[in-house]
């Protein structure tokens, strides 16, 4: 029997064992090691590109904020803390400052979130790029990039942002280059003043204001780790304006957390100060941020009180003035120092609306100007979203001017005066006046308001009521050539037709022309031209503009004779100071002198007064926009505005601020005319038909006014 083969071990093959997969963990390392192999060989690339790579001209100019900043602010003291607004280039907001004015919690905040080696590394952290792999790859709460400080800054002012590995290499190279050459708080300190943060804020002076209005170096643990968590995406970290989007919010908590882990990591802070940080809400936190805007941005305090319109026009002035210029304003960093007292301008918004408090209310303009000329208060208007017409300016402003009414009848006052006529001098006023053929041809009619009748009647007493018919009569005496000579002389810049009547008037003015002219009566016949920037420095404290050495802005010593301006004051104290005179309700309790206005129609209505220290006119009226039906002031509040109503009552509210604590004035009476003219007997309100006064040589609108006598139509009285 044949045995079978017995198998032996030899024939059995046993399985090949598997090799275990390597684990996570494994991988990681690997992928630690691969990153040390990347980073080391991008380090000795860049050593090797140390030879043939120089640091650059920056690839862009470092373009910073200008401020404005109220008279209270002393010369070479204006800051973003104390400013009322900014100008910069396309909304971006940057302010440059030392490192010893950021606020450590910051500094550290910063450091540990981007470059925890800044201060040991040569410029490129290689075991940085491994270390912030590792952490990446493991989740880690308190993320790091691999760029260095150094590298970022290289990348945002030297280089362009693509990604190529030319671009990395040279950033290496220049950041180790950079190391050399600058100290460690010189680079940090100018990667703090060019890193962007958002809301167009470029560096962290500007983001502080942005997101936490305060400077920079008051940053408290909170704020400087949430400002170091917008750096790598602002965008997507910032505290949402819109509450239900918790997204954002949540992004933005967890940006600010991930910094207070780094901090603590690196022992900057404690773990409880860690946890106090991370428990502050965004409200009353974080601002809200602002609506872009292609202007200025104008703080919300002074924004409130009517500071758009005077910042806008500030911006005109400075982008016209030679050593300034819009650029300068807007990449320069300048400071604007204004005449605007911050406490006047506060009571002249607070007058106006304290009034004007109802919604359908007409627009109203005041313009206050001290006895240095300064402009201590303006209100251009009441909603500058709405219009952005400057109603105190005039055409200056984008409007037109308005008619001043009665407001210009001291013109010819003056006038009067200084060709030797006395304020005693006596005059017939008939309620109504027709004076053939002196309006451009036309009859010109003159009546006094409300249907009044004045018998005979002082220059004087006819300025507290303000007589049409006497006035009229005055302007002839005078001619209206002189009347438009005389009110050039007080500071009238708009154009005044003479005619006859413009002693009514009709020209259009600013109410800063208006104050302008006031202010001469005030300050005893001496023009001070009125002027709101008193001076402009360039960053570096440099003087590029100073109202002192401005020849356009210097006074004009008897622009009028003192009597002639003393006499003024004497009969127009008596429009507030007399119980007939039309501005009664303007008293205060210092002596003042002043003067009403109403148009026709009740369109416009004025109030121009002054003390012997500041002067203030105010001015009422609807916008009455080309192609809509005009709107007339005759029932506003239920009543007829005249200028001696609301107009009044805005400039008393005003000026009783304005003069508290002041030394008062005296307007003592006095007459400089040296002839009384008696009534003219010709002039009798008994008279239906009675010859005008010559004009010697005077035109009228152009035409020669007749040598002889022009009959007068008058209206009996009654």
């Avoid at 005619?499 to 104050?515: E, K, Q, R």
């Avoid at 007997?681 to 239906?688: E, I, Q």
């Avoid at 006064?693 to 007749?706: K, L, R, T």
Wanted: net charge neutral; hydrophobic share 40%.
């Amino acid at each position: 029997m044949t045995k079978s083969a017995e198998p032996t071990s030899k024939a059995i093959k046993e399985p090949k064992p598997r090799r275990a997969r390597p684990g996570w963990r494994v991988w990681i390392r690997r992928l630690m090691f691969a990153g040390v192999l990347v980073g080391v060989a991008t380090v000795g690339v860049g050593f090797v590109l140390l030879n043939s790579v120089e640091i650059p001209d920056p690839t862009r100019t470092i373009k910073t904020t200008s401020f404005v900043c109220t008279a209270e602010v002393s010369d070479g003291a204006c800051t973003p803390s104390n400013s009322v607004a900014q100008f910069s280039q396309g909304g971006n907001n940057r302010v440059l400052v030392n490192l010893d004015e950021v606020s450590p919690h910051l500094i550290n905040a910063v450091v540990a979130a981007e470059d925890r080696s800044f201060f040991t590394h040569g410029g490129v952290d290689p075991w940085g790029i491994a270390r912030a792999l590792y952490r990446d790859l493991r989740g880690s709460a308190s993320r790091q990039g691999g760029s260095t400080i150094t590298q970022q800054y290289v990348k945002q002012v030297y280089l362009t942002a693509d990604r190529t590995p030319e671009r990395k290499l040279k950033e290496a190279a220049i950041a180790i280059k950079l190391e050399r050459k600058l100290s460690k708080p010189e680079i940090l300190e100018r990667y703090l003043n060019e890193v962007y943060l958002g809301r167009g804020a470029i560096g962290v002076e500007a983001a502080s204001r942005a997101y936490f209005d305060k400077d920079a170096k008051d940053l408290d643990i909170a704020e400087s780790a949430y400002l170091a968590g917008l750096i790598r995406a602002p965008k997507y970290a910032d505290e949402p304006s819109d509450p239900d989007n918790p997204q954002e919010a949540k992004e933005a908590k967890r940006r600010r957390q991930t910094v207070l882990d780094a901090m603590v990591e690196e022992q900057y802070i404690t773990a409880e100060q860690a946890a106090d940080a991370a428990s502050q809400e965004w409200a009353g936190h974080v601002l809200e941020q602002a609506p872009a805007t292609a202007g200025p941005v104008v703080r919300s305090g002074f924004s409130a009180v009517g500071g758009r319109y005077i910042i806008e026009w500030v911006r005109t002035q400075l982008r016209d003035m030679p050593n300034v210029g819009e650029k300068a304003l807007l990449e320069q960093g300048l400071r604007v120092y204004l005449t605007i007292d911050p406490r006047l301008q506060l009571a002249a918004h607070g007058s106006t609306v304290g009034v004007l408090n109802q919604p359908d209310d007409p627009a109203s303009a005041l313009v206050s100007v001290d006895d240095s000329g300064r402009i201590v208060a303006m209100i251009g208007g009441q909603n500058f979203d709405a219009s952005q017409v400057n109603y105190a300016l005039g055409a200056a402003g984008g409007g037109t001017g308005r008619q001043a009414g009665s407001t210009f009848k001291p013109i010819a006052l003056a006038e009067y005066v200084a060709q030797g006529h006395s304020v005693k001098s006596n005059f017939w006023g008939p309620k109504l006046w027709v004076f053939p053929k002196l309006n451009d041809g036309k009859d010109w009619e003159v009546k006094n308001y409300d249907d009044k009748e004045f018998a005979e009647t002082t220059v004087e007493q006819a300025t507290w009521q303000s007589a049409n018919t006497i006035y009229a009569q005055m302007m002839l005496k005078i001619t209206p050539e002189k009347f438009a000579a005389m009110a050039a002389r007080l500071g009238i810049t708009a154009p005044v037709k003479p005619v006859p009547a413009a002693v009514l008037g009709t020209a259009d003015v600013s109410v800063l022309d208006m104050a302008t002219a006031y202010s001469t009566f005030a300050n005893s016949g001496t023009l001070k031209p009125p002027y709101i920037i008193r001076r402009v420095e360039a960053a570096d404290g440099s003087v590029l503009y100073d109202v002192a050495a401005d020849p356009a802005k210097q006074p004009t010593p008897e622009a009028i004779p003192v009597p002639v301006a003393e006499t003024v004051n004497s009969v127009l104290s008596g429009v507030i100071g007399q119980p007939v005179g039309s501005g009664h309700r303007a008293q205060l309790r210092t002596k003042a002198a002043g003067k009403t206005g109403t148009t026709s129609d009740y369109r416009d209505a004025w109030f121009a007064g002054y003390t012997c220290r500041i002067t203030t006119v105010v001015w009422m009226g609807y916008d009455n926009k080309p192609g809509e039906p005009p709107r007339y002031m005759d029932k506003v509040h239920g009543k007829e505005v005249t200028g001696g109503s609301l107009p009044a009552d805005i400039w008393r509210s005003f000026m009783a601020t304005a003069t508290e604590g002041a030394r008062g004035c005296s307007f003592k009476p006095v007459d400089a005319g040296l002839t009384i003219d008696p009534p003219d007997p010709a002039y009798a309100p008994t008279t239906t038909t009675i010859p005008a006064a010559p004009i010697p040589g005077a035109p009228v609108d152009g035409v020669p006014a007749p040598e002889t006598s022009v009959p007068v139509t008058v209206s009996p009285p009654g």
